[in-house]
């Protein structure tokens, strides 16, 4: 069935480092993508958005890029920082009648000092 | 950005009870989704409340086990019946604001014992 998902369950990198997210979907006819920050204890935090007109957005500190052809969205956090540790969820808006937004599985983050 | 408040934010209850989470935005919106988040798992849209009718329920979710209200544009609730250890979960409120882009509240973290 149609999904989205992510190819790591867990990223481990150094302070100062640049992080990469990686996320597949499958369904072409999403339209927008969502990054989230999910930290212990809290709900999930909007990060960044991008259209499907787009190949890449600028944030501060974090890119998303979406490569259509391949189905594949990431995200880079430049010079990672303990704060930055989290779980990072991808998610789609699959228009079905009315919009919902489908959610990938999570990577965890850990960022170490 | 939508300030999003839900009540209770963490709750333990009795297998058998319900228990009912409510979800007040400080500004009006026309779409709001519920969300289930079982433990070291992704988030799971149960349903969509849109002011003025019926929620639009997820495969899997029925509206007798997780009846939902949405009397105006800035409040919703959705209520967990008959509570079972498996309801274990953190139930998100997420409103679409300012053309998709979707934000969460804190979450309600349920624990049935």
């Known amino acids: 069935g149609e999904s989205v998902g992510l190819h790591l369950p867990t990223l481990s990198v150094q302070e100062g480092d640049n992080s990469i997210i990686n996320c597949a979907y499958s369904?072409?006819?999403?339209?927008?993508f969502i990054w989230y920050k999910q930290e212990s204890g809290k709900g999930p935090q909007f990060i960044i958005d991008?259209?499907?007109?787009?190949d890449k957005r600028q944030g501060q500190r974090v890119t998303v890029l979406l490569n259509k052809t391949v189905k594949h969205l990431s995200l880079q956090i430049a010079a990672t920082q303990p704060g930055d540790s989290a779980v990072y969820f991808c998610?789609?808006?699959?228009?079905?009648?009315?919009?919902?937004?489908?959610f990938g599985t999570g990577t965890r983050l850990l960022v170490s000092p | 950005s939508a300030v999003i408040s839900q009540k209770p934010s963490r709750d333990i209850c009795q297998r058998g009870t319900s228990l009912t989470i409510q979800c007040q935005v400080d500004?009006?919106?026309?779409?709001m989704f519920w969300y289930r988040q079982q433990p070291g798992q992704s988030l799971t849209l149960i349903a969509t409340?849109?002011?003025?009718?019926?929620?639009?329920?997820e495969s899997g979710f029925v509206i007798d086990k997780f009846p939902i209200s949405r009397p105006n544009l800035t409040f919703s609730t959705l209520t967990v019946s008959n509570l079972s250890p498996e309801d274990s979960s953190i139930y998100l409120c997420?409103?679409?604001?300012?053309?998709?882009?979707?934000?969460f509240g804190e979450g309600s973290w349920l624990t049935v014992v």
């Open positions: 997420s409103v679409e604001f300012s053309g998709n882009t979707i934000y």
């Open positions: 369904n072409s006819a999403s339209d927008y």
């Open positions: 991008i259209r499907s007109n787009m």
């Open positions: 998610a789609e808006i699959r228009i079905t009648g009315f919009q919902k937004l489908v």
């Open positions: 500004s009006q919106v026309t779409m």
């Open positions: 409340a849109n002011q003025g009718s019926e929620a639009t329920y």
